[in-house]
């Protein structure tokens, strides 16, 4: 088990939303410029802008900082589906 401290906002604000999830069956932290679903596949989407390591006694291993992106708009930028 790994447990992770998120900071979430959306693009071009500051409405920061900061909570620790604990995540199960997690190989590694996510990477910058990975996308991730904090919920279920319905949540949205978050591109990974920071991650931040965690070096001294805590209760979890990283924080990362992401913002809320179009999944569409993702897949798009990807190739995956036509612009």
């Known amino acids: 088990m790994m447990k992770i401290f998120f900071h979430t906002r959306t ?3 500051a409405d920061w939303d900061n909570r ?3 995540l199960l069956d997690v190989a590694r932290l996510p990477t910058v410029g990975e996308y ?3 919920e279920n596949e319905s949540a949205d989407w978050h591109l990974v802008q920071m991650v931040v390591h965690v070096a001294f006694q805590a209760d ?3 924080e990362v900082y992401c913002v809320k992106v179009n999944h569409m708009e993702a897949h ?3 190739g995956i589906i036509a612009p």
């Open 36 to 38: 991730i679903c904090l």
């Open 60 to 62: 979890y291993m990283a």
């Open 11 to 13: 693009d071009g604000k």
């Open 20 to 22: 620790p999830i604990e």
């Open 76 to 78: 798009r930028r990807a």
